[in-house]
């Protein structure tokens, strides 16, 4: 059982519109990272956050931002929706350090 | 940058027969290691993880996997498969207080 837990689970959106993602961390973690899994492919990192700053990014332009709060929860915005956003995106939550990730389900995003 | 390469796309095997899931990567310091696997319709699980010492460790449900580090490989095994193995297996590496990176994944079918 991971804890980890992401709503919504499955989202619908129109090119141009933005869309929230939300993440509650394992309890006991601070560390909260955001992935993008496109069909048939691996997780790819987006960023990560600790104690409510962005703590390394990957190569996604910044109309994809994100905020932790000061409970360790996470949200992941993306603005001006393209159709290939459309993926799952999956929420990790680690320990400080930040060595071993724990998965949530993850959010289903189609973009028409 | 650290990358990390899955040899199989796609295996298929019988009950009973034995696994071997290739896994490399390119980072020339310390790594942390580990395989993930995602069963239909369920989130991420981790699988195993080797951070130090013996290079042979052992996971989950009759799982292991070798670190060479010669080879910068770190192979999953299984000796005999059963049909609830079926499912996607992620290699992914990252360095210590560094993101993590995946592997394209290796889809694991076995026949009953």
């Known amino acids: 059982e991971t804890g980890v837990t992401q709503s919504p689970t499955h989202l619908i959106k129109t090119r141009g519109q933005q869309v929230t993602l939300r993440c509650s961390s394992q309890s006991g973690h601070n560390t909260v990272s955001w992935y993008q899994q496109a069909l048939g492919q691996g997780p790819q990192f987006i960023f990560q956050?600790?104690?409510?700053?962005?703590?390394g990014r990957g190569n996604f332009p910044p109309r994809f931002s994100g905020l932790q709060f000061p409970n360790y929860s996470s949200e992941l915005n993306v603005n001006a929706l393209e159709l290939d956003d459309s993926a799952l995106y999956l929420c990790?939550?680690?320990?400080?350090?930040?060595?071993?990730?724990?998965f949530g389900p993850g959010t289903r995003l189609t973009v028409l | 940058a650290q990358s990390v390469s899955q040899h199989n796309h796609h295996v298929i095997l019988s009950e009973a027969a034995s696994l071997e899931l290739g896994c490399n990567y390119s980072?020339?310091?310390?790594?942390?290691l580990f395989w993930y696997v995602q069963y239909p319709g369920q989130h991420l699980q981790l699988l195993l993880k080797y951070f130090s010492g013996d290079p042979l460790v052992k996971g989950i449900k009759g799982f292991e996997a070798e670190f060479i580090k010669s080879k910068f490989s770190f192979n999953l095994r299984k000796p005999s498969v059963q049909w609830s193995d079926t499912a996607e297996y992620f290699c992914a590496v990252n360095a210590p207080g560094q993101n993590f990176v995946f592997g394209p994944g290796t889809r694991l079918s076995v026949l009953p």
């Open positions: 956050y600790y104690r409510e700053e962005e703590n």
């Open positions: 990790a939550s680690s320990r400080e350090g930040g060595d071993t990730q724990y």
């Open positions: 980072y020339g310091g310390t790594v942390n």
